[in-house]
């Protein structure tokens, strides 16, 4: 088992900046890939941001490309995820997830089906 637990979100003015951090405990091998999905009310649940163990491999939604980066620390076994440039549009409850399995690709690590360990989320909210 992995307990992913998020952090970092808030409050925030259109252009303004956070930076999410995700703790996970436990088995944290399993922790191969780590993604961020994002649910704004009376939406579904969307890819943001993915990263392979090593760091090497990233992946991003179109949405957020250029303006969000995905990194991770291993030996604190937290993944973060910085947000500048924030609108509106970008509010919503940020989930950190963990997936086993290794990279297998872009379409793979964006799919929410493939991940098998999840956060409770941290709200972010952007004012205009």
């Known amino acids: 088992q992995v307990q992913p637990v998020e952090s970092g979100g808030g409050l925030v003015q259109a252009g303004g900046s956070l930076r999410l951090s995700c703790a996970a405990s436990g088995r944290t091998f399993n922790t191969n890939v780590m993604g961020w999905f994002r649910q704004a009310p009376g939406k579904e649940r969307e890819f943001v941001a993915a990263?392979?163990?090593?760091?090497?491999?990233?992946y991003y939604a179109d949405s957020v490309k250029g303006r969000f980066a995905i990194s991770r620390d291993n030996a604190k076994n937290t993944v973060y995820l910085q947000m500048n440039s924030l609108q509106p549009e970008d509010t919503a409850l940020y989930y950190c997830?963990?997936?086993?399995?290794?990279?297998?690709?872009?379409?793979?690590?964006?799919?929410?089906?493939?991940?098998?360990?999840w956060g409770q989320g941290t709200q972010v909210t952007v004012s205009s």
């Open positions: 997830a963990a997936r086993p399995k290794s990279w297998s690709g872009p379409l793979t690590v964006a799919n929410s089906d493939e991940y098998d360990y």
């Open positions: 990263i392979s163990w090593g760091g090497s491999l990233t």
